[in-house]
């Protein structure tokens, strides 16, 4: 049972446009969602959060949106860099937990 | 600024060995996880503990087990390792994983383990 689900395994997007990786949840408890990427050999690195009381955050080229009704996050990336070719990991905790969920992971290309 | 660091890198084991996976951790966080990654796969959480003498299990604990005598450290134990338990094996730590914290989890570099 995959209560956090990354429909898409891979997207390619031309550089200097935008990348939007999408995630859904089925939890309704979840109210705490996070982004995380990683590079080849390497462990996640996190990227943005957002709080189920707020319904974008944005951290630079990075903004996270979130829709409680449709049980749906996004992460956009604008504009989309090179370095920004990794996967994506989707997660969420609810603040009753000591965990987190992932779910599988978007691997992301930037082509030139 | 170590963070959080796993030996070894990789390892090739044979079935039915065994072998102890270390993650240390320096930032004094309580939290502690252990997750696995097969190939084409999201994070599996194995075990995770919230504190020095507590752990609980994740998602996949079958064939694992795990100690945390102290708060750095949380070594993840393969008694008999079976082909499944090939994965890449990653240990992460934090704070506080509630909504207080925006970089709740950080993570070592990963072990890749092989079972023949």
């Known amino acids: 049972d995959q209560q956090v689900k990354q429909n898409s395994p891979s997207l390619s997007v031309q550089e200097g446009r935008i990348s939007i990786l999408n995630c859904d949840y089925t939890?309704?408890?979840?109210?705490?969602f996070l982004w995380y990427k990683k590079y080849p050999a390497e462990g996640p690195t996190f990227l943005i959060s957002?709080?189920?009381?707020?319904d974008k955050n944005e951290d630079g080229r990075f903004t996270v949106f979130l829709n409680k009704s449709a049980k749906h996050l996004s992460l956009h990336i604008v504009p989309s860099q090179p370095g920004d070719s990794a996967v994506y990991f989707c997660?969420?905790?609810?603040?009753?937990?000591?965990?987190?969920?992932f779910g599988s992971g978007t691997r992301l290309s930037i082509r030139p | 600024n170590a963070g959080v660091t796993q030996t070894p890198k990789f390892r090739i084991l044979k079935i039915g060995q065994s072998m102890t996976l270390q993650c240390t951790q320096d930032?004094?966080?309580?939290?502690m996880y252990w997750y696995r990654q097969d190939p084409g796969m999201g994070l599996k959480l194995i075990y995770y503990?919230?504190?020095?003498?507590?752990?609980d299990k994740g998602e996949v604990p079958n064939g694992y087990n795990v100690s945390r005598s102290t708060t750095e450290d949380f070594p993840l134990r393969l008694e008999l390792a079976a082909p499944s338990q090939t994965s890449v094996y990653f240990c992460?730590?934090?704070?506080?994983?509630?909504?207080?914290?925006?970089?709740?989890?950080?993570f070592g570099p990963g072990t890749r383990l092989t079972v023949l």
């Open positions: 997660a969420a905790s609810d603040s009753s937990a000591s965990k987190i969920i």
């Open positions: 939890n309704s408890m979840f109210d705490y």
């Open positions: 503990s919230v504190g020095a003498g507590i752990t």
């Open positions: 957002i709080s189920s009381i707020k």
């Open positions: 930032m004094n966080h309580n939290y």
């Open positions: 992460a730590s934090s704070l506080d994983p509630g909504l207080a914290s925006t970089d709740t989890q950080y």
